[in-house]
């Protein structure tokens, strides 16, 4: 299992932010790997909504089905799953001074042999937490603008 946590602050209130990433096909705007992410499940997006997300990292092609698990109004969590792997992506936003706190973090758990791979799966994916953090920061920020 391989954990990458990042916590930043952002100019946008907790409501715009778990309002934005609530919507988990916005990540084509702030997740370097996705390539395209769409929502498979009709309506308005709650508990039980699917996304469908085709990412590359490090050169490899990949897709995975998320659902949204968790809508609080400080918490989110996103599970995604193939048949290689599953990943946990909870976001916790909290009220601070002009804007808010937010803590993301995800859990990748490979399956089968890819489990060999875990200790070169934690360097790249704390690689790609930081850009992340970067682009979220970016794309958060505007939405208070």
Same mark, same amino acid.
């Given at each position: 299992?391989?954990?990458?946590?990042?916590?930043?602050?952002?100019? #946008?209130?907790?409501?715009?932010?778990?309002?934005? /990433?609530?919507?988990?096909?916005?990540?084509?705007?702030?997740?370097?790997?996705?390539?395209?992410?769409?929502?498979?499940?009709?309506?308005?997006?709650?508990?039980?909504?699917?996304?469908?997300?085709?990412?590359?990292? #490090?050169?490899?092609?990949?897709? /995975?089905?998320?659902?949204?698990?968790? /809508?609080?109004?400080?918490?989110?969590?996103?599970?995604?799953?193939?048949?290689?792997?599953?990943?946990?992506?909870?976001?916790?936003?909290?009220?601070?001074?002009?804007?808010?706190?937010?803590?993301?973090?995800?859990?990748?758990?490979?399956?089968?042999?890819?489990?060999?791979?875990?200790?070169?799966?934690?360097?790249?994916?704390?690689?790609?937490?930081?850009?992340?953090?970067?682009?979220?920061?970016?794309? /958060?920020?505007?939405? #208070?603008?």
């Amino acid at each position: 299992m391989t954990t990458v946590s990042r916590t930043f602050t952002t100019t #946008a209130d907790p409501e715009t932010v778990v309002d934005y /990433l609530k919507d988990f096909s916005h990540a084509e705007a702030w997740d370097p790997g996705t390539e395209e992410c769409h929502q498979e499940t009709p309506g308005e997006i709650g508990v039980g909504t699917r996304w469908h997300n085709k990412s590359k990292i #490090a050169g490899v092609s990949t897709e /995975l089905t998320y659902t949204l698990e968790t /809508l609080t109004p400080g918490r989110i969590v996103f599970v995604g799953r193939n048949d290689s792997a599953e990943t946990t992506d909870t976001i916790t936003v909290t009220a601070k001074q002009q804007g808010s706190e937010v803590t993301y973090e995800a859990v990748i758990e490979p399956k089968g042999v890819g489990k060999l791979g875990e200790p070169i799966l934690k360097l790249l994916f704390e690689r790609i937490g930081t850009k992340t953090e970067e682009k979220l920061v970016e794309v /958060l920020d505007g939405l #208070a603008a």
